[in-house]
């Protein structure tokens, strides 16, 4: 499977690491360029090569299954309790649909409208608290995978809103960002490369 090597201060945290560097598989590694001009030489002999591994493409999707369903599961509960609070009827099982969604969004139905701005806010806080500020989410979490920053430790609240934002990018295009996964040395998808994260395999 491929490495990543992360070189970080040998008295740092990992929260303090450089960025990641990736090597090939021959682990043949090259050295990174200086961070700035001003960088003293004393900081790169006291570095140290922290190894990481990169998450599979099987696994990352089933955490992301696994994401999926708490979110609509908590979005659809939060919707049927607004419903019978408002005494709205709720559609058929029948009824339900893709067509029935859209209907009701051009239709510019308050309940439709409602519920998907309800879903995009609760995905929304999802990833960009988990995956950015923690840099697990639950599926994450169960699947001993952790999202990191180039510099090894959690994305922290920006980059976690800019890889939201480019998770909607790699899912737009019938998921093909996402999917760029399965073609990349890295393993990296679209959202992964756009943000400057790595999805690794946290040690048990």
């Not at 969604?101 to 806080?125: F, I, K, T």
């Not at 920053?149 to 959690?154: I, V």
């Amino acid at each position: 499977m491929t490495t990543y090597a992360a070189v970080c201060n040998a008295m740092a945290t990992l929260e303090e690491s450089a960025p990641l560097l990736p090597t090939n598989s021959r682990e043949e590694h090259r050295p990174l360029p200086p961070e700035s001009a001003a960088t003293p030489p004393a900081m790169a002999r006291g570095q140290r090569v922290l190894r990481v591994r990169v998450a599979g493409v099987v696994r990352r999707l089933l955490a992301a299954i696994i994401d999926a369903l708490l979110v609509n599961a908590v979005a659809l509960g939060a919707i049927l309790i607004a419903a019978l609070a408002l005494g709205v009827s709720l559609p058929g099982s029948k009824e339900l649909g893709p067509d029935f969604v859209l209907a009701g969004l051009l239709d510019r139905n308050p309940m439709a409208l409602g519920a998907l701005g309800l879903l995009a806010a609760l995905s929304a806080l999802y990833e960009i608290y988990l995956d950015g500020i923690l840099g697990q989410t639950a599926g994450k979490r169960l699947l001993h995978l952790r999202v990191i920053s180039s510099r090894g430790s959690a994305p922290g609240p920006l980059l976690g809103c800019v890889r939201f934002a480019a998770l909607l990018l790699s899912l737009l295009p019938v998921g093909l960002g996402w999917l760029w996964c399965l073609f990349d040395r890295e393993r990296r998808s679209l959202h992964d490369h756009l943000s400057g994260t790595y999805v690794i395999v946290e040690d048990r």
